[in-house]
């Protein structure tokens, strides 16, 4: 795939100065709309998971026209549902050392030196906000005796940080926001539409002023205009077929802006998590996560001898390799997610892994069952424990769990700004849709975090300072037309093809050749490869699909049609983008670019920006934006 | 394994709709009941006929999406376990199941196994929130909160809104749902100012959603994939006759 460079791109909305007084500095100098007008200003939320819902609610709250879009049947159902082990918060109620400084170091240093280092700082202020918003929504966080929050520690950190509501964390989270929600809905501020799936950005005289969306009950095509939108529609993920997102979860939102000019921003920045259940099968449909904070309590191990096919329990102390505790003493089974991920392919790819096709490492719990007690345990991880033993048939009270690395988080995602506007004004980008706080490797717990700051805290003021510089007159007709016919050529033709392949069986093939050629470790060969494999799996795509039905009624297949060919699109430019980068950094991983050790090596002289894509017909326009490092010197990452 | 399925079928609400068997072979103990319905779904697109039309998301037991009355229980015979948590290897080779809709008028089914659920997001807008805008919270621990306190709320609060209790209920009652918010609320400090109203506001709404009264069989618990408590209803009804009688 060719592609052409472009002029370096900045982000000329973060102020300059102290980084604490950063945030305040844009607050006071973004505009104030005037109450009275805030109701004739509409605004389009795309997805109501953390970042959405809670910008909806708060954008309805302080008084705008809000229209709030998901493709489930209920705004509650967004994928942000899934989330189990916490949101972190610099509210050092502990005492032990952390701060906002602390965790904007963290977050800086987990990433891999390749986020702003102004977006991370605000992130680390807001969070504090957070758990006090939470709280008096009433989100039922865990407690100690005295009444107070607890915390627990999560990879990447050396502090407890990390705020909890046992394994359900991010379900009582979108719970709050989803109440939030549902009051303005009754309040008549925000109208809600669900079962509605966006098929275009429209774009007028260069703004965003709406969106194209099939009613997906109906199937009619159906269009909205507002004077600004935001994109809050989730990560990509499923571009590999399996991973631990829901099901539904896409691009075809963020993709389809692309197209319409919103720049991509390091779109192979992937993030594989360390603790998920094994594959069991061809039929696999998705795969589920263990929540990382087991890892608090659990020890993970393989035999020390290749092919030891013993069952874990007769397999004695002194022939087991605790292989994180061992080459990572000061973190263990701490260690951020990039790098606990890739020392269990490095165990299994020597042979020592454990379970059906030796892809498997132990996460054992007897030395925490045996400190703590079982009933302590069973507290904690309770229902992580039963939904392990629900899909493996195997209780991990008695022998330990079998996990393996699966995809799970983008970092990647439309490029925004400091105000989180991306390259096309009025079209604004929020959650794990954007790319901007988490570099090249997100730390667990710092995904609620972001969608939430983003969607209470940052949004309502930056979007109100877009809105108090309009109004931006009329919406072009023809441009609106042009975004219908579009999106109905493109269900026309998935319909027309006729042929004799399923969706599924497609996105199935390309999340093969996704996780094989660009996955866990990346060559410039394999990039190679997958670059050739792309395209002509998307042509046969195009000649062969199979989509029954009509476009008129309740069509799942269509739906999924859609998505597969806006991943195709996607895949090829991950591909592209890990190819261009030929350094290692974070969930990145390009064997040619490690030290003696095996790990990661960044090459900052040539690497420090991020690769904002430009879509073209003629081939994608890389424009770098330069990253500065004014208070987290740049490091090697070391957890050792 | 080999299985015969009996599926409801309905192309769109004003279908009458109808039952239809279909074989399904080679199915693997391990494989999840979605799973399993994908299979048959891939073969069916293939033959050139309309697949079975289900919700789902998450699949793995939280976003509430999935749901269907299997062999005549919600989400089937397995207790505290959403339908896209089922594994085939509770069943035998060989069985026959059958497979229909959350049935319950003020659920209309919207095509196949999918049925329209907005009536509980009406109930949860009739007062299902604490009214707190974002900005305006006070620090976390100015209130602290008795540990069985936020227990006993989180177990309330960890309904997923599915819907199973509704399809279980001889009556059509949504009360476990929503008595499981309003014990979730009502057990916290932060739910106490707007108690009573919100309970009012919602018991009326989910009356006037058309569901039935509850009569205490108990048959939504049994069905709850969250093993959401009897004892909330309880609590409701108390708050709702205080509201009353004020
Ligand atoms: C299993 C799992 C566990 C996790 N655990 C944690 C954790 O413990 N801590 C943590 O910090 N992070 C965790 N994460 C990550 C975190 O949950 C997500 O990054 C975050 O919730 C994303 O929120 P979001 O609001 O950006 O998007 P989502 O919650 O994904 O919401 C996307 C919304 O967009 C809508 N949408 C998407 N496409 C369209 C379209 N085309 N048209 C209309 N609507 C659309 C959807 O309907 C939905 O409403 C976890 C992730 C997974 C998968």
Not at chain 1, 191 to 201: A, G, K, P, V
Not at chain 1, 263 to 285: D, K, L, M, R, W
Not at chain 1, 301 to 315: F, H, S, T
Not at chain 2, 171 to 180: D, E, H, Q
């Amino acid at each position: 795939m060719k592609y052409t460079e472009g002029p370096e791109i900045r982000d000329t909305k973060a102020p300059s100065g102290p980084i604490e007084d950063r945030w305040e500095k844009r607050k006071f100098s973004a505009k104030l709309v005037n109450p009275a007008n805030k109701r004739k200003l509409n605004v389009i939320v795309v997805g109501t998971g953390l970042a959405g819902g809670s910008a909806a609610a708060t954008l309805g709250e302080l008084g705008y026209n809000v229209k709030s879009f998901c493709y489930q049947d209920s705004p509650r159902r967004a994928h942000s549902i899934a989330a189990q082990g916490g949101i972190n918060a610099a509210k050092n109620y502990r005492g032990d050392g952390d701060s906002i400084y602390r965790l904007f170091y963290d977050t800086v240093k987990g990433g891999d030196f390749r986020a702003r280092e102004s977006n991370v700082y605000r992130l680390a202020q807001v969070s504090v906000n957070i758990i006090d918003q939470a709280v008096a929504q009433g989100v039922p966080f865990a407690r100690e005796y005295g009444g107070l929050l607890d915390t627990r520690s999560f990879g990447g950190a050396q502090v407890s940080r990390t705020f909890y509501a046992r394994g359900q964390t991010g379900q009582q989270l979108l719970l709050g926001a989803y109440q939030a929600l549902e009051r303005q809905v009754a309040a008549g501020t925000v109208e809600m539409h669900t079962r509605h799936e966006m098929l275009d950005l429209i774009v007028s005289d260069g703004r965003a002023r709406g969106i194209i969306v099939r009613d997906m009950v109906t199937g009619e095509i159906e269009r909205h205009l507002a004077d600004a939108v935001v994109l809050a529609t989730g990560g990509y993920g499923n571009v590999f077929f399996l991973s631990t997102n829901a099901k539904g979860c896409n691009t075809t939102a963020i993709w389809r802006a692309h197209e319409r000019g919103a720049y991509f921003a390091n779109p192979c920045y992937t993030q594989i998590h360390p603790t998920c259940i094994p594959v069991s099968g061809e039929y696999q449909s998705k795969l589920t996560l263990m929540s990382e904070s087991l890892r608090n309590d659990g020890r993970v191990w393989v035999p020390l001898r290749k092919n030891d096919d013993r069952a874990p329990g007769d397999i004695p102390e002194d022939e087991r390799d605790y292989y994180l505790e061992r080459i990572y003493p000061s973190f263990g089974n701490l260690v951020p997610r990039d790098i606990a991920s890739r020392a269990a392919k490095n165990v299994c790819d020597e042979g020592r892994g454990v379970g059906p096709g030796g892809l498997g490492v132990y996460l054992d719990f007897r030395d925490a069952i045996n400190r703590l007690g079982r009933d302590a345990v069973e507290k904690k991880y309770g229902n992580l424990f039963e939904m392990y033993e629900r899909i493996t048939g195997e209780n991990p009270y008695d022998v330990p769990m079998r996990i393996y690395p699966a995809v799970h988080y983008t970092m990647g995602g439309l490029w925004v700004d400091y105000d989180l506007q991306s390259t096309i004004p009025g079209l604004f980008v929020i959650g794990e849709a954007n790319f901007s706080d988490h570099g090249a490797n997100r730390l667990g717990a710092s995904a609620l975090m972001q969608g939430l700051a983003d969607g209470y805290f940052v949004l309502p003021t930056t979007i109100g300072d877009y809105l108090a510089n309009g109004p931006y007159g009329d919406v072009d007709e023809e441009a609106v037309a042009e975004a219908e016919i579009k999106v109905r050529t493109k269900i026309d033709r998935l319909l027309a093809v006729n042929g004799t392949r399923t969706p599924d069986s497609f996105h199935r093939e390309l999340g093969k050749l996704m996780w094989d050629y660009c996955g866990m470790e990346r060559t410039e060969e394999s990039l190679r490869k997958a670059l050739e494999r792309i395209p002509e799996l998307r042509e046969e795509f195009w000649q062969n699909v199979k989509v029954s039905g009509t476009a008129e009624e309740l069509n799942q297949v269509l739906e999924k049609a859609g998505r597969v060919a806006d991943f195709f699109d996607l895949a090829e430019l991950m591909c592209l983008d890990a190819l261009v980068r030929t350094e290692s950094c974070g969930g990145h991983f390009r064997a040619e670019s490690q030290d003696a050790d095996g790990e990661a090596l960044r090459d900052d002289e040539n690497f420090a920006h991020v690769s904002a894509w430009e879509y073209s017909p003629d081939g994608p326009i890389l424009h770098k934006e330069p990253l500065e490092y004014e208070y987290v010197k740049m490091t090697q990452r070391s957890y050792k | 394994m080999n299985l015969t399925l009996r599926v409801w079928r309905q192309s769109g609400p004003t279908d009458k709709g109808r039952m239809v068997t279909y074989k399904v072979e080679d199915v693997s103990p391990d494989m999840s009941f979605l799973e399993m319905l994908d299979v048959l779904n891939e073969k069916l697109i293939l033959e050139g006929d309309d697949p079975i039309a289900f919700d789902h998301d998450c699949r793995e037991g939280i976003c509430g999406m999935c749901g269907m009355v299997i062999n005549g229980v919600a989400h089937g015979e397995q207790r505290a376990t959403t339908t896209c948590q089922l594994h085939m290897r509770h069943f035998e080779d060989g069985a026959e199941i059958t497979i229909e809709p959350w049935r319950a008028a003020p659920f209309p089914v919207v095509k196949d196994l999918v049925v329209d659920r907005s009536a509980f997001d009406r109930i949860i807008q009739a007062g299902g929130f604490v009214s707190v805008p974002a900005g305006s919270a006070p620090d976390a621990h100015s209130v602290p909160v008795r540990k069985e306190d936020a227990d006993a709320a989180f177990d309330a609060a960890t309904c997923i809104g599915c819907g199973a209790c509704v399809a279980a209920c001889p009556n059509g009652s949504a009360s476990l749902f929503t008595a499981a918010k309003i014990t979730h609320l009502s057990l916290l400090p932060q739910g106490q100012p707007e108690r009573l109203s919100r309970a009012k506001a919602m018991v009326d709404q989910m009356d006037a959603e058309g569901f039935g009264g509850c009569t205490n069989t108990g048959e939504c618990t049994a069905v709850c994939p969250k093993g959401i408590p009897l004892d909330t209803i309880a609590r409701m009804n108390s708050d709702y006759l205080k509201a009353n009688a004020k």
